[in-house]
Every structure is written in structure tokens, then in C-alpha cells.
């Protein structure tokens, strides 16, 4: 009888490996998308002889060539050398503003879903009023409180996505509270304390993981929409945001907007891409 | 009839070697080599059988048989993904090839569909009204006002009180058994030929489902409809259906006359599967049982090991007061098994919850053990948990699916801080090999663990504990029935050599009797009547009592007084 | 409707107001308590020609000598009477100042979410009919494409290809028709791929259910197994994201309004933000607020009246961002 049983258990296994052996083809385009722009913030100068700040004045707004991919600015500088080395500020501000989003939402939907009560009715009265103001715009008030540097626009951008993470994780807590195996586990001599640490935000932190990597793509494009406002760091700094910015007076000329739009949406469309597919493996 | 002019050449030759009748009347279903795949698995390997006019076919198998899937394709209902090749013949048309324009008018007209799943069936923004008159529009009745008084005398017809009061219902305003009754109407009031029931009582309680299983065979004999019954019960499709087709993993291990499949199975697994149903087999397990039941004849001086008096709780429910349970009181020896049956909201799950001391009772109180459980606080709780335990219903939500099979069973002692770390694996590995689990599974999770197995964690779990009595609420209800008689063995090996004592909550009658002592039968928070095994199934007292005996599918009442079958099964062989 | 409707309804009502006061309050807090003193710092800034006199007289005008607390109480009592006070820049009524540029967003914001709308049903119900080989995958891909574009981008690339190449507006003239439609789209385009998303979403849900399969058993054809059974069900918690999407449309507007060179809230807020007018920014975000509560509201209020499943005392409902929040709330509901 247990031969039985442990033929079929085999064969769920072997059925979920090929899944995960066998991994769509844009799955894959978009891990070595995110694996490029990793490696140039990492190591910009790797991957280009140019000066993202000495340009060529006798060079300037060429159009892209083999000796300039993205062509080239108005000062004569090397468009693709300034995407490449604007790309560590991008990135890691928008790791920043996730980090912050994601553990202060968690840690707000986590004490308000579980605690539940007065807590609850205050930490949710708090997030519909985050909710309340447009995300743009509380990350604008935001950054002007702080003041206008990348840094801070980073925050400002976290700060505007903290009501989300709080909610979701709130009504992860509140349904994996509800869990029957959290009810075993009590009866099973479980603590509050242990029954929060051990089987509650393990559970309810795995669908953060997907939104979190989802808010890390959305952040790339706040904080290029503050950048594009003037809100980031001054040039000759080449966040993308700021480097379309600058594109958009120069329209004569297109490649210095679209360059630098083609490598913000295939980063974006790539992390979006890798939080779908999280989701779906979960 | 031009359809049955389309039979090939080819097809009467096989049907005439197959069935060497002359002027035999053609089927009315005929499938034949059909397979059906999602991707790369084959989930249906090339079966075939037929079904011939006012006749009924019973589709029997555990999960992962295929049953569902090939009504699915007979219906061309398969989800997107799935691909079924071979051939099926509606009325002598060959309908898997041809087009979905080419099938439509089929579809309600000339096969009726019954679904699993009621409450989920109908579409809960609409009316049960607007969705019977997509039904009435396939009857080409251009009277509206005819329409919904055909659709009125439909739902009078299928045994529903107040025709014009469902009409204007939302499906959320009735129960699970009006719903299957409204969509039982719904599928034949366009007089199909055929009816595919997909499972059409298992979301429903049991006095209910022999009601509606009575409606579908009254109603096929009345308008000679043939009926497609897709089932888990083998005593059910015994009673209900003229011919037997019995799958595992998708492939036919037997099929023929119920009469000859269900009397003298040949297949092992047919002869396995008649075996453990309990309604046909009510005393298995009387040799272990009995040992029991000695204990609770000598046993009388004893305290008994759970004591629960007079015991009274009530809920506020949208400002209505509900009397959940209602001067309960029972008693149970030590060693032996008592049995709380009652149908959904009978009041015995929170009976249980009560018992656990998860919840306080408004008035009575409860003792485990000779300890009092009402009115404690929740660290004396805890202690008492040590020695009293629940295994839950469902083994897919009651293990947390983050954690290893190693963790969980380990997690009790853990927090209870039983002996050293040494020992705690010594006696997960113990508990485990009492359940019939190998070792090779701790540093598994639960999620690549089939049903019996996880249940197997979940007893194990409770268990490791060494309580004296475990609570069962279920245990087997959300697994197969050859998983659910593994799991009887084990619970009634441990109960045999740890002298556990059960109270086991279900509402499967023939279950009980298989393995219980004494019985409460639960209605509506009340106990209307309880006594030894012996008394409740050979003398019951209340008609509740009876009416709940009623419902246990006997396998031979149907067949008996249906005409003869004339139908032929092709049973492929492999 | 029903009494315990009514009392809910003013219940909802009383939360709606605690929320836009607090809101204010925030954006207060933010503003003023953060940083140093980036206030006087900009009133000082020798750009700006002030005089010390004129210094002293704009912060006692503004109670900016006060202390906090006393500030805070000061602009709240008046904002709750509907007086958002003077313009720290121009020393002109905040209220005038909204008033001159909101014709402008407005039209921009209904237009484009007239656009946002149409696109989105278009896409997802499209759907619906294109068959698998004819580009379904094509149009599932829309929103999660248009999602991961900044929408400065949509509209630079806008202006560069009908503006500038085809010639069909003037960048100059940023009211004429064709620029303020151009606006729009760029406005609408990331909107209408978050609605479509939820949208498509739920119809994949809805078709998935086994009454959808049931009435395709009863011979109902595609387009009316849509029309009659998927559109209500998947196009009714649309209902509760057009508050957010409204917040988007306004916090869009930001960015659009500089794009295209038109004057609007936007462009009101991009100058108050560099001029840190703090009496402008909190008006214009507790506007906000009052516009997203007030729609977030009347969709709880109307919901229940739509769906006959949906009573109104249940609580406040999670907006379905993710298709499993009505799973939660049935486990929720499920008691012995």
C-alpha cells in the first residue's frame, strides 16, 4: 500500500524538476538582461574605453556607429559610455527605495495583521492615507522635504510604495493566520512569538518576494521620472531618467531620448518579466 | 436521422466484429481509443466503451483516474491545455473532430452536463432565472412568458418548493442541494438524450445526496434520458448505474455489467477497490475493533477518559443567536473509539473545538483524563495538550508547507522540551515508522508528499507526543478511499498497541461502523441518539438516525429493478 | 437600502474625513519638520530680491514664527472651513492659484482617462475574440509592455513622431487640440495598462470557473458566454481601482504637464516644490486625497448595489490588486 503512495509522491517531484529545468525563453532573456545592467553597474569601465564626462566637443551629435553604439551628446560625449556608467546610480536607488518599501510596509502589515485591534485600526488608518496621496506626487513632496539628490529621491520613492507592501502583507498575515496549520502548531504547544517567526512571516513574506521585485522595476521608474524633473542628482551625474531629460531638448537628434528609453524599458520589462514568473513558480 | 447515415464502413465492421448482433441498435455514446494529454502527460490512455439509449454507464475511479477528464472530453469541456485524440460518437456522429460550430448545437439540446461542485456552478452575478432562460432558449420556444412557465414547471419537477422564489434567487441565496437540483433542472429541461453527471453528489451532505442521486434515476427512467455517471463510489455507481467502468491512472482495469463487475470483480484493483469501500465491507476490521470493545464492557469502574457534561455554546451570527451545541454530554472509556456523526452544521466540529478547549463553553463542563478543560487558562491548556491531540481534516492545509517533514513532526517537542535533541530525532523517526513512513521522507516538505502520506505526517505529528487521546475530525474524508483504508489500519494498530483513545468525528456512516465503539449522532447541536455501534446501525431509534442509515449507498438496491443491460463494453485491453 | 446601509455609509463617510485631515497633516509633518529651515532659506535666497523687512513680514503673514504644533493647528482650522491661506511665493490665495490652472488638468485628466478606458477594454476584451495564432499573446503583452515605460517617455516619443516628423501639432501652442489629445494619451497609456491588466486578470479568473464551463455545456456561444456571464463579474472590480487610477492620473499629470509645456496643476506643483510653498503643496495634496477618498467611497458605496453578493457591513474591502483576494476572503468567511 505504501509502494503505492510513494510512486505518485516520486512522480510529482520529477514533474515539478522538469518545470523548473524548463524555463521560457524570455525568462531566460530577461535574467541575462538584468545580468548585463548588473555587471555595468558593477563595472562600468569594463565595457567602454570612452569618459562618461570628457566628451569630444568636435564629435557631438553623431549619430549612433560601431565607434558609438548610442551615437553621441551635445558636448561630443559618448552616449552609450554615460548609459553605462549612469547605471550603478539607477540601479542601487532603486534598491534602496525597495528596501525601505519593503521593510517598513512588511513591518507595518505584519505588526497590523497579526496583532490585530487598536493596533490594526491605527496602522491601517496610516496606510489609507498613504494610499490616499498619488505615489508621484508623495515622492515629490517627499524629496523636496529632503532635498534634491538621487539619494534622496531613492527614499523619497520608498517612502510613496511603503503603503502597498503593508497592505499586501497585512492580508498575507491575516490569511496565513487564519491557516490551519497555524491553529496545529498552537495546539501543538506553539508561542505567539514562535507561531509569528516561524510560521507566519515565512509564509506571508512569500508573495513579497514577487511584489518586491515588481516595485524594484516600478522604482527605476519613479526615480527616472524625478531624475527626468530635476529632482536627482545635477549633470553631469547620467542617471537614465536625467539622461532623457537632457535628450528631450535635443529632439532633432532622437537617439539621445530613445538610447537611453530602450535601456530603461528592457531593464524594467525584464524585472517584470522574472516577478511574473516568481509568482507563477511559487 | 442523416447522422447515423455518416457511420463509416469502417466503424460498423469494428462494431460488428466487436458486437457480432445483427441489427443491434446503434449506441448512443460510443468512445472509442480516446486519450487525452496536457503537454507531454497522458492523463487518458486510449479507452473506449458505449452507452446505449435510456441506459446508464458509471465512470469509476480515485483521483488522478481520469474519470473527470474523459467526461470533460466527451462535453468538450477540457480545459485549455488538454488534447484528447480518438473517437467518440454522439447518436452514430463522430463529434471529437469536428468543429465547435459543428458541436454547439448539441450542446444543452442533445447533452446535458450536471457539474461537481454546485455552489461554484452558476453564475453568481445572474439570476437562477436569466441562466434557466439560456437553458428554455435552446427548446426554440419564442414565448417568453411560455419559457419561464416551462422553466417553473421544471424546478416543481426536480422536487424545488418555490419555483417563482428560486427563479428570482441569486445562487447564493440557496443551499448546495437547491443549487443541484436547479442545475439538474436546468440540463434537462431542454430533453437531452444524455446526461453527463460529473460527481453530481459529492459536494453535498449525505441524506442529500441519495436524494438527488433518486431524483437523476427517477428522472431517467421518466424522460429516457441515458446517463453518463462519473463517480469515487464504487457502492453508489453499483446502485445507480447498468454498466461498470473502472479506472486507474487514466487506463481501464475493468468494465462490464454492474451486476458481474460488482459481484465478481476480476481485476485486482477493482477486487481492492470493492474492498475498501466501507459501506460493503462493514465489519473489516471487527477482529482489532473488538478488543476495543471488550474494554468498554469491563471497563465500567474506570473513570472514563473523556468526560464532557451538559455542554451548551452559543454564537452571534449577524445578530441572530446560534445554539451550536446544545446540551451535548457523552462519555468515553479509555482505549476505545467514539464516534461524533452529524451532517455540516450538526455542531460537532465545534463539539471538538470545545473539547480542546479552543473554545469555552457557556455552560457544562468537559474533563480529559480526569483533568477539568473548562475554565483553564491557556498555559494550563498547554499542559493539557501534552496529552491530548487533533488530527485535522485536511492534511493539504494543516502542515505548514514552508517546513520539512522532519521539522514538523519534530516541532511538539520542541516546544514542549521533550528530552534532548538526541532524543527528539530518535522519536520523530519512531513516530514516523508507527505510521508507516520511511525515514528517507524527513528532509522533505509537504508539498511534494501525496494525500495519505501528509495525513500520515499529521498523525505522526500528533503522536509523537504520546498523548492518551487523539481527536480525528475527519481524517480521512479529504482522501481516496484505498488512501482512507491505509489510514483506518494505522489508526487502528496504534489504538491497538498505544491503547489510544478516539474520538472520531465523521459523517460517514459506514465508516464509523467500521471502526467505532460508541456513536453520537449530532443534528443541529443536539445528540438525538447514542449507543454502541451495535445499537445505533441495528436498532436505531430517532428517524434521523434512520434516515441518515438510509443514505449509505448499499451497491445492490439500482441494478436490481433496471431492464436488463443490452449494452456492450469494450474494455481495451493494454 | 437599508438601515444598517445608511448607517455604514455614514460610518465610511466620518473615515473619509479622518483620512483627508490627516492627510493634510502629513503632508504638513513632511514638510515642515524634515529638513532645517529650507523656508527661510529660500525666502533669503538673494534670487529672490527680498528685503529683510519684507523677510520678517511674510513669516509673521504666514505664522512661520509660531510654534509647530500651533502652526499646524492654525492652517488646520482653516483648512477644515475651506481656507487653504496665501501663497508664500506671491502672497496670493492658494485657492485663486488652484482655481486659474484646474480647468486645464481637468480636461487633460478626463480625457485621458476617457482614453485610458477605452484602450483598456479594447485590449482586454479583445482578448477575448483574437484566437491564439492571430496575435492574442501580442495583445496580452500591451499592459506589462506600457507598464514598464516611463510615461515622459510615451510622450517625448509622442511629440517627436507626430509633432515634430509628421508635423500634426506645434509644441508652441501646447492648448491647440491635437497637443492637448497627444497629451492625453501619453497621460492615459500607462493608466489604461494597470485597468486592462486587473481587467484581463479577472477574465481569465471568471473563465476559468466551472459556471463559465457549465453554461458553455448549455450551448451558449463565445460571444454571448461574454456578454452575458464574464463582463459583469470581471469588469465590476474595476469599479475599486479607478480611484487609484485617478491618483495616477493626477501624480501623472506632474510629468506630462512639463513634457508638453502646459500649464496645470503639475506645473503649479513643479513650482512650489522649487520655491518649497508649502501652504501651495498642501492644499494641492489634500485635494488629491479628498478626490481619491471621495471616488474610493462612492465605489464602496455603489459595489453592494452592483453585486449581489457584496453587502456593504462586511468591512472594508481589499481593492483586488492581486486575483486571490476574493479566495481570502471566502477562507475568511468559513467557520464551522
Known sequence: MTLASFSSASRVTSIGRQTALRVAPTVALSFAVIAIVIAWSVAPSLFTGHSPIVGVPADKLLSPSTAHWFGTDHLGRDLYTRVVYGTASSVTSALIAVVIAAVAGGLIGLLAGFLGGRVDIVLARLVDVLLAIPNFLLAVIVVTALGFDTTNAAIATGVSAVAVFARVMRAEVIKTRQAIFVEAAFLLGGSRWHILLRHVLPNASRSVLPLAVLQFGLSILVIASLAFLGYGDPPPASDWGLLISIGKDYLKWPWLVYAPAFVTIATVLSVNRISRWLRKTD | MAAQDRLTADTLTRAELIAPVPLRPLPLLRVDGLSVCYGPHEVVTNVGFELGRGESLALIGESGSGKSTIARAVLRLLPSGGHATGRVAFDGQEVLGISERGFRPLRGRAIGFVPQDPANSLNPVRTIGAQAQEAAALLDEADKAFRKQLILETFAEVGLDNPRRVYDSYPHQLSGGMLQRVLIGLAILPRPALLVADEPTSALDVTIQKRILDLLTRLQHDLKISLLLITHDLAIAAERANALVVLKDGVIHEAGRTASVFSSPESAYARKLRADVPALNPDRYAASRDRGFHAVKTGGGDTPKIDVGAVTKTFIVDGKTLTAVDDVSFIVPAGTTHALVGESGSGKTTAVRLLLGLEQPDTGTISVAGEQITGRSPEALRAAWRHLQLVYQNPFTSLDPTWTIERLVREPLDRFRVGTSKERVARVREALADVGLGGHLLSRKPGTLSGGQRQRVAIARALVLKPDVIVLDEPTSALDVSVQADIVEVLLSLQANLGLTYVFLSHDLALVRQLAHTVSVMHRGRIVEHGTVAEIFDNPQQPYTRSLLASIPSGIAGAAHLPQARLRLMATAD | ?336
Open chain 3, 1 to 336: 437600502m437599508s438601515n444598517a446601509y445608511l448607517a455604514d455609509a455614514a460610518k465610511r463617510l466620518a473615515q473619509a474625513f479622518i483620512v483627508i485631515l490627516l492627510a493634510y497633516v502629513l503632508t504638513f509633518v513632511v514638510v515642515s519638520i524634515l529638513p532645517g529651515d529650507p523656508i527661510t532659506n529660500v525666502l533669503r535666497d538673494p534670487q529672490n530680491g527680498f528685503s529683510e523687512d519684507e523677510i520678517k513680514a511674510i513669516i509673521a503673514a504666514q505664522g512661520l514664527d509660531q510654534p509647530i504644533p500651533v502652526q499646524l493647528w492654525t492652517s488646520l482650522s482653516h483648512f477644515v472651513i475651506g481656507d487653504f491661506g496665501l501663497s508664500m511665493r506671491s502672497s496670493r490665495p492658494v485657492a485663486t492659484l488652484i482655481a486659474e490652472v484646474l480647468p486645464s488638468t481637468l480636461i487633460l485628466a478626463s480625457a485621458a482617462f476617457a482614453i485610458a478606458l477605452l484602450l483598456a477594454m479594447t485590449i482586454a476584451y479583445g482578448t477575448q475574440f483574437i484566437p491564439k495564432q492571430l496575435g492574442q499573446g501580442l495583445l496580452r503583452g500591451f499592459p506589462s509592455f506600457f507598464l514598464s515605460v516611463p510615461n515622459f517617455v510615451i510622450g517625448l516619443m509622442l511629440i517627436h513622431v507626430f509633432g515634430f516628423q509628421l508635423g500634426l501639432f506645434r509644441v508652441i501652442a501646447p492648448n491647440s487640440f491635437w497637443a492637448t489629445f497627444f497629451a492625453a494619451v501619453a497621460l492615459g497609456i500607462p493608466v489604461s495598462a494597470r485597468i486592462a491588466e486587473v481587467l484581463i486578470a479577472n477574465l481569465d479568473k471568471e473563465s476559468e470557473q466551472e459556471y463559465a464551463a457549465v453554461a458553455r455545456g448549455r450551448g451558449l456561444t463565445q460571444m454571448r458566454l461574454f456578454a452575458k456571464h464574464l463582463l459583469k463579474p470581471s469588469s465590476l472590480p474595476v469599479v475599486t481601482v479607478i480611484a487609484l487610477a485617478i491618483g495616477e492620473l493626477l501624480g501623472g499629470s506632474l510629468i506630462t504637464e512639463t513634457v508638453f509645456g502646459r500649464t496645470g496643476i503639475g506645473s503649479l506643483v513643479q513650482r512650489s516644490v522649487s520655491t518649497q510653498d508649502l501652504p501651495v503643496l498642501q492644499a494641492v495634496v489634500s485635494l488629491a486625497a479628498v478626490v481619491f477618498v471621495l471616488v474610493n467611497l462612492i465605489a464602496d458605496l455603489v459595489y453592494p448595489l452592483l453585486d449581489p453578493r457584496v453587502k456593504l457591513v462586511d468591512g472594508p474591502r481589499e481593492r483586488p490588486s492581486t486575483a486571490d483576494d476574493s479566495a481570502t476572503a471566502k477562507s475568511a468567511a468559513v467557520t464551522s
